[in-house]
């Protein structure tokens, strides 16, 4: 299916600019991405964590 080609290829686009993107930019993606996948949520945080240490973002300010 040429959806899940082109999904695949901005989901490791994404992936490999995430340090980039500003913080709101981030929180959206992920925000999105989790829909239905609730299970993976920490795992997908670690592993972008990891990836780019830049994400490691402190609490919003209030």
């Known amino acids: 299916m040429p959806d ?3 999904a695949n290829l901005l989901g490791r686009a994404a992936m490999d ?3 980039d993107m500003p913080r709101d930019v981030q929180e959206a993606l992920f925000e999105t991405a989790m829909k239905g996948h609730s299970g993976d949520r920490e795992a997908l945080a670690r592993l972008l964590h990891d990836r ?3 994400t490691a973002h402190p ?3 209030n």
Do not use: I, S, Y
């Open 4 to 6: 899940e080609r082109f």
């Open 17 to 19: 600019v995430w340090g």
């Open 52 to 54: 780019h240490p830049r």
């Open 59 to 61: 609490a919003k300010p």
